[in-house]
């Protein structure tokens, strides 16, 4: 299965739900879609607007490959799970978010080489990246040296302060 | 420098003392908006293992049925919203007296954040976003001068924000 997700931001993106219609029907896999606020209803695939984040959370562990914009929780979850994602960033120019953050994050992500991690700039990219990247399931990421690093400080903030 | 390692011992004896006392007095708010800061929360709730806790998030189809949980409506979206948001924040601290509170944004902290600190003398710790690697985020910029312990996830940031932002990993 392949998942789509939009993730919660109030702005569509119509862009990538186009696309991702047009290519469904040539791609022999089944497609999932959370369309979150876009306005796009797709005709190819299955969708939904928005489930609670354990069900997200199944959903991108199951997966063969998740197709993302460049949210921070899906590519967290993709790293842990081992699930390749393939991102497309929303650009503020199309009015999908209020600045290019994501694109900055697709950027430093492609720079740094990380497996199991596709990107896409334009739309026509994506088909090809999709066969690219499905299926290529990467080793369960269970430890986390800048998560632990984080949980170590923050416990040890809690700890030692003194009121 | 005898006098720092006196008051540093002094400090870390009576903190060993306090913190087995307190860890049972402790109790902390955790604070994040749907999506990926909820996300964010979870990937580091192993660190409040042991202390009561309760959460505070937006009602919203992604973080329904939680358990220990306040909801508020989303503040940043209508004047009403935010108003009855302050509130309703206001009544949660009041009941809870929480020590700590937590959170990995986004404007749904600044309210909590600015009452616990001037109406509670609550400590407060900030974890900003993975998704800023460049630029501070609105509500970094607005608990930034209040937090105690204000981490940030990529390094480029650091010189965006003061002397006192910590970088000690990603979780990316």
């Known amino acids: ?163 | 420098m005898i006098h720092r390692i006196t008051a540093g011992r002094r400090v870390i004896s009576k903190g060993e003392v306090r913190s087995v006392a307190m860890k049972k007095n402790q109790k902390i708010g955790l604070i994040c908006s749907h999506g990926g800061h909820f996300m964010e929360l979870l990937q580091v709730r192993d660190a409040f293992e042991g202390y009561p806790t309760f959460w505070l998030t937006y009602r919203e189809v992604s973080t329904s049925n939680l358990k220990d949980t306040y909801y508020i409506a989303n503040i940043g979206k209508s004047p009403v919203a935010f108003i009855f948001g302050l509130f309703k924040i206001l009544f949660i601290l009041l009941k809870e007296r929480p020590t700590v509170l937590f959170s990995t944004g986004s404007e749904i902290a600044i309210p909590p954040f600015y009452f616990g600190k001037f109406l509670f003398g609550t400590k407060l710790i900030y974890l900003e976003s993975c998704a800023q690697i460049f630029r501070p985020s609105m509500t970094g910029k607005w608990v930034y001068p209040i937090t105690d312990l204000f981490l940030v996830q990529w390094e480029p940031l650091l010189r965006k924000y003061g002397p006192k932002a910590k970088y000690v990993g990603g979780l990316l």
């Open chain 1, 1 to 163: 299965m392949i998942f789509v997700t939009v993730g919660n931001h109030f702005q569509g993106f119509e862009r990538l739900l186009k696309k991702v219609d047009e290519i469904a029907p040539r791609i022999p896999h089944e497609i999932v879609v959370q369309k979150g606020y876009s306005k796009y209803v797709p005709q190819n695939t299955k969708y939904f607007d928005f489930v609670p984040a354990s069900a997200a959370m199944e959903y991108i562990q199951k997966s063969d490959l998740v197709v993302s914009h460049a949210g921070m929780g899906t590519i967290i979850l993709c790293k842990e799970y081992g699930t390749p994602i393939l991102i497309f960033p929303r650009r503020e120019k199309f009015r999908e978010h209020f600045n290019d953050h994501q694109m900055e994050i697709a950027q430093v992500l492609e720079k740094r080489g990380d497996k199991n991690i596709y990107i896409a700039y334009e739309e026509n990219q994506l088909e090809e990246k999709i066969r690219e990247g499905v299926g290529k399931r990467g080793i369960a990421q269970v430890e986390n040296r800048g998560r632990e690093n984080l949980v170590r400080t923050i416990k040890e903030f809690i700890e030692t302060f003194q009121g």
